[in-house]
């Protein structure tokens, strides 16, 4: 019988009394809930200590890119705005505050007027967290504020940048499989036997009207598709990270709206390859494809479906400036820095830390950016 932490007997018990849960909910309690999940209790997952790397924990230069990035937009809406008094830079999912800390620094030294007029907004809904972050931010108390929801910002919508850096693949997903015979999806979910969390299909009354509400962004299956494509064959979808998007476009008054993560375009989800989706599970740097092992214990993420977060925010009036690869956004940042010194004297570890950023092997090419602007 599979040894159950606090968190895997507060799953059993809901699973127990809804017969089979949504991965979406075992997702969200095993990464959100509010005492004992991954994101409450692992202040220092990402790094060489952690469970995985991100662009932030290779060293500052991200930050660095990304603040002259942030000063050329803001320096822009200045000028054709010159009565806009402040300007934000709303970051959602800053974990510890390391990235926030990174770009305020490089604000402060590098532009001191146009630092001087921003205020530095956190989306946080975890109060632990926002504890985290706070402690890292100390210096920077006087620009900071930190709000729960979208929802809780003040009334006026803002004139800034809107960002984030690998939360979208943590949100919640759906996770559906293929039924050859009947040539439709059904819905996989969570149930307990014998103790231990097992797969287990959705019961048919909340498969139809569920699966088309929960995956309005997938594309029609060609009739040759559909004839050809193996039974069981696996996708997720995230309408929570869809509506989060949209929630973002609807706070901005003019400027941007961007994302790095790794993820995949609608015609991607359907390559040979992806037969059993993109949901992984991470604990020490190591992959695993046990999802439903160690709840609260270990990272769960699935790639972000990319097309349904641009049509997202185009629904929402936004227009797309820029999808491609991490690799690519950051050399052209670095290409316009560099005209003007803009980063300063650059040295071996910026070396090293640029290569990782960028080089394929590493995160340039798994990695992508979305801008979109108002």
Not at 304 to 330: C, K
Request: with cysteine.
């Amino acid at each position: 019988m599979q040894e159950m932490n606090t968190l895997a007997e507060i799953i059993r018990a809901e699973a127990a009394q809804r017969g089979v849960l949504t991965f979406a909910r075992f997702m969200e309690l095993a990464l959100y809930h509010p005492e004992l999940g991954y994101y409450e209790t692992q202040k220092h997952s990402p790094g060489r200590r952690g469970d995985f790397y991100t662009s932030v924990s290779t060293g500052e230069l991200f930050g660095h890119l990304l603040a002259f990035q942030f000063s050329e937009w803001l320096a822009g809406i200045k000028a054709i705005h010159p009565q806009i008094k402040t300007l934000h830079l709303i970051e959602a999912g800053a974990h510890d505050g390391t990235l926030a800390s990174d770009i305020l620094k490089w604000l402060q030294s590098s532009c001191p007027e146009l630092f001087a007029q921003i205020e530095y907004r956190i989306i946080e809904p975890s109060t632990r967290r926002q504890t985290w972050q706070k402690e890292t931010l100390r210096p920077f108390a006087s620009r900071v504020r930190w709000f729960p929801h979208f929802n809780d910002l003040p009334a006026l919508r803002s004139n800034g940048i809107i960002f984030s850096n690998e939360l979208l693949d943590a949100f919640p997903v759906h996770r559906f499989g293929w039924d050859a015979k009947r040539k439709t999806w059904f819905e996989w979910g969570v149930a307990v036997e014998r103790g231990k969390f097992i797969w287990a299909r959705m019961p048919e009354a909340h498969d139809s009207s569920h699966i088309i509400r929960h995956m309005p962004s997938l594309p029609h299956l060609p009739v040759e598709l559909m004839d050809v494509l193996p039974d069981g064959y696996t996708i997720e979808a995230s309408p929570s990270a869809e509506k989060w998007w949209r929630q973002a476009s609807g706070v901005l008054d003019r400027g941007w709206v961007m994302t790095f993560d790794y993820g995949l375009t609608s015609g991607e989800l359907f390559l040979p390859g992806r037969a059993h989706g993109s949901l992984r599970s991470y604990s020490r740097h190591r992959a695993s494809d046990d999802l439903l092992a160690n709840a609260g214990e270990q990272d769960i993420t699935a790639h972000v479906n990319f097309s349904a977060i641009r049509n997202a925010g185009q629904e929402a009036g936004l227009i797309t400036e820029f999808f491609g690869s991490q690799a690519e956004f950051l050399v052209e940042i670095l290409a316009n820095a560099a005209k003007t010194n803009a980063l300063g004297e650059w040295d071996s570890a910026r070396t090293r830390q640029f290569q990782t950023l960028t080089h394929p092997d590493h995160l340039g090419r798994a990695f992508r950016a979305l801008v979109q602007t108002r």
